[in-house]
């Protein structure tokens, strides 16, 4: 797995403070495995630390490309 992610910094109240996170994943997975894959990551949030740290403060969003191994 590999991971790019991309912060916005706004000033609410002339205080900078990251307000969004954008997270993009490049997951290769076994072939036939899609399925399982995708419902693992309809959770993802929920289990990841630095988002329930900052869940309230900051907005997250996750997106992934998922690649299937050949053979």
């Not at 954008?22 to 894959?37: M, Q, S, V």
């Amino acid at each position: 797995m590999t991971a790019e992610f991309k912060g916005t910094i706004e000033a609410p109240d002339k205080v900078l403070k990251i307000t969004r996170i954008d997270c993009h994943y490049h997951l290769t997975i076994p072939k036939g495995k899609r399925e399982a894959a995708e419902r693992a990551l309809k959770t993802f949030e929920r289990g990841c630390p630095v988002a329930q740290t900052l869940k309230g403060c900051v907005e997250f969003n996750h997106e992934w490309t998922i690649k299937e191994q050949e053979g």
